[in-house]
């Protein structure tokens, strides 16, 4: 069979037997099919060699096939590649979860490992909620998110994404009813006005006797909007919690271990929420891990109060293997300077992008940190628009109104020219 022939048929088997995300079953758009990935390249079945201008959903920050990530897990392999974390421990999990106590805002105490960013969420949303029922308090049982927000795809999560504009709202019926402020309004690099929290404080003085908690995405709304936010707005909500005793849960999922230019984006506003989730990027995207941190106030009000325990268990929880790798990630971070490959990646993704504006298809180009967003007028036609980014050699995946790329952090100036131009002539 040649390699044409046998692309056809992988894609053909693909359509039998598999359902891909966010599509129908067989998919509406053929997929690519994948032989091999290193560096910032995916080499296709049929030969062609594609940069992944997508970091594959944003986790792959040190690009495909890592050597020392890859020896982290061939190393760890020798020693056990699972074990149950109920009743039992290992090195691995302690090393990691001292390491993110270290890296993360300050004031964090406790982490509670999972496999998925819907599930660490899930687990946030838990430690909110039963905290309230341990501090003799249940009727604090809803929380408050922002329109155009992301959270996941589980049932707690899609209760806080934008009901309207999100992925979900067929299930509106069947969610728990959240409250919902306006998306922040004013730009990262934006004038600051106070009146921009007006309508959040307003919900939070009307709603915060029965509130647990607010949810957001720090500086970056993600798979909502692709929308960056002024620092003051996260500081003036970060007050407010303080202000009405509620808790602040940070999902920094997507934005974790410096996608936006600060390893953290709740270090551009200096603020430390009650409740962090990580994810995506934690493993530099090799296996799906997860983690949700928070203050000591929040575990010991759940461990001293009935039932004494936080009722979450995931079978995979702190799989050995995970949390090698990703402490070999976090290692990778520290010994280089990612900061400079970041804000290179910025400056270069500018200075593609900005053409752009002159677009008729284009009503608004961004840039922050390894993050350069084109929204269009219309919806983009995905079909057509990935056409033509991979006969231009590029990976990415638009949607709704956006063509995006958080390309991994060891792209090269002429990667990044190349995915900018591809952008440009797509849209075109």
């Given at each position: 069979m040649n390699i044409s022939n046998f692309y056809d048929d992988l894609l053909k088997r693909d359509a039998e037997s598999l359902w891909h995300p966010y599509a129908a079953a067989p998919a509406g758009i053929a997929p690519y099919a994948v032989k091999s990935a290193s560096g910032t390249r995916?080499?296709?079945?049929?030969?062609?060699?594609?940069?992944?201008?997508?970091?594959?959903?944003?986790?792959?920050?040190?690009?495909?096939?890592?050597?020392?990530?890859?020896?982290?897990?061939?190393?760890?392999?020798?020693?056990?590649?699972?074990?149950?974390?109920?009743?039992?421990?290992?090195?691995?999990?302690?090393?990691?979860?001292?390491?993110?106590l270290v890296l993360t805002p300050p004031g964090l105490d406790k982490v509670f490992f999972s496999d998925?960013?819907?599930?660490?969420?899930?687990?946030?949303?838990?430690?909110?909620?039963?905290?309230?029922?341990?501090?003799?308090?249940?009727?604090?049982?809803?929380?408050?998110?922002?329109?155009?927000?992301?959270?996941?795809?589980?049932?707690?999560?899609?209760?806080?994404?934008?009901?309207?504009?999100?992925?979900?709202?067929?299930?509106?019926?069947?969610?728990?009813?959240?409250?919902?402020?306006?998306?922040?309004?004013?730009?990262?690099?934006?004038?600051?006005?106070?009146?921009?929290?007006?309508?959040?404080?307003?919900?939070?003085?009307?709603?915060?006797?029965?509130?647990?908690?607010?949810?957001?995405?720090?500086?970056?709304?993600?798979?909502?909007?692709?929308?960056?936010?002024?620092?003051?707005?996260?500081?003036?909500?970060?007050?407010?919690?303080?202000?009405?005793?509620?808790?602040?849960?940070?999902?920094?999922?997507?934005?974790?271990?410096?996608?936006?230019?600060?390893?953290?984006?709740?270090?551009?506003?200096?603020?430390?929420?009650?409740?962090?989730?990580?994810?995506?990027?934690?493993?530099?995207?090799?296996?799906?891990?997860?983690?949700?941190?928070?203050?000591?106030?929040?575990?010991?009000?759940?461990?001293?109060?009935?039932?004494g325990l936080l009722l979450h268990g995931p079978t995979f929880m702190a799989n050995p293997l995970a949390c090698a790798v990703a402490l070999a990630s976090i290692d990778l971070l520290e010994n280089y300077n990612w900061r400079a490959a970041v804000k290179r990646i910025e400056k270069r993704l500018r200075k593609g992008l900005e053409p752009c504006r002159e677009l008729p298809a284009v009503k608004d180009v961004r840039v922050l940190g390894a993050i350069g967003v084109l929204e269009t007028r219309q919806p983009v036609a995905v079909a057509r628009v990935q056409e033509r980014l991979v006969a231009r050699g590029v990976w990415l995946r638009p949607f709704a109104h956006l063509c995006y790329t958080m390309p991994p952090f060891i792209t090269t100036d002429d990667e990044i020219d190349m995915i900018t131009a591809a952008m440009y002539a797509a849209l075109s």
């Open positions: 995916l080499t296709l079945h049929d030969g062609r060699e594609l940069i992944d201008g997508m970091s594959s959903w944003w986790a792959v920050i040190h690009g495909y096939n890592q050597p020392r990530l890859n020896a982290a897990l061939t190393a760890q392999l020798e020693d056990m590649a699972h074990v149950m974390f109920g009743g039992l421990t290992h090195e691995p999990a302690i090393r990691l979860a001292e390491k993110l998925s960013g819907s599930v660490a969420v899930e687990v946030a949303l838990k430690m909110a909620l039963q905290y309230w029922v341990a501090a003799g308090k249940p009727e604090k049982k809803r929380i408050l998110s922002l329109y155009q927000g992301y959270h996941g795809d589980t049932f707690g999560a899609m209760s806080v994404c934008d009901p309207v504009n999100g992925m979900h709202h067929i299930f509106s019926d069947l969610l728990t009813p959240q409250i919902f402020a306006p998306a922040p309004r004013i730009p990262f690099s934006g004038v600051w006005d106070d009146s921009a929290v007006d309508e959040i404080a307003g919900l939070i003085k009307k709603h915060h006797h029965e509130l647990a908690a607010v949810i957001l995405e720090p500086i970056v709304q993600g798979a909502g909007g692709m929308r960056f936010y002024h620092p003051e707005y996260l500081r003036r909500v970060r007050r407010l919690c303080d202000e009405f005793d509620l808790l602040l849960l940070a999902d920094e999922i997507a934005t974790g271990f410096g996608r936006s230019g600060e390893l953290f984006a709740c270090n551009y506003a200096q603020i430390t929420p009650d409740i962090l989730c990580l994810g995506k990027a934690l493993t530099g995207g090799y296996m799906s891990f997860a983690a949700t941190l928070c203050k000591n106030r929040v575990s010991a009000m759940i461990s001293g109060n009935q039932p």
